[in-house]
């Protein structure tokens, strides 16, 4: 492994892995994030981050749901991160 340190931006690095862990993602983009994220350990470090996250409060709620107006707010949030 590289000893250099991460010169990602946490925001490149969460929209990458969001857009990653997104079911929408094709395979071949999913290949590509999966291919970037494992050249760099901080970064897979953050990958395996979020994903216990996202178990952790799929468990916790899953008899509970985001609101309408705060759903659509997110949606919102993230096409406009990646157009940017």
């Known amino acids: 492994m590289d000893s250099q340190p991460c010169r990602c931006s946490a925001e490149e ?3 990458l892995l969001c ?8 395979e071949a983009r999913s290949r590509e994030i999966r291919e970037q994220i494992a050249a760099c350990p901080e970064c ?3 990958l395996r981050n ?4 996202r178990t952790i409060i799929q468990t916790c709620c899953q008899t509970e ?9 997110i949606t919102t949030q993230i096409r406009i991160s ?3």
Not at 19 to 26: A, K
Not at 50 to 53: A, D, G, I, L, Y
């Open 82 to 84: 990646r157009r940017g």
């Open 44 to 46: 897979l470090q953050r």
């Open 19 to 26: 857009e990653y862990l997104d079911s929408g993602t094709s």
């Open 50 to 53: 979020e994903r216990e996250v």
């Open 65 to 73: 749901s985001a609101p309408g107006y705060l759903r659509e707010r």
């Open 13 to 15: 690095v969460q929209a």
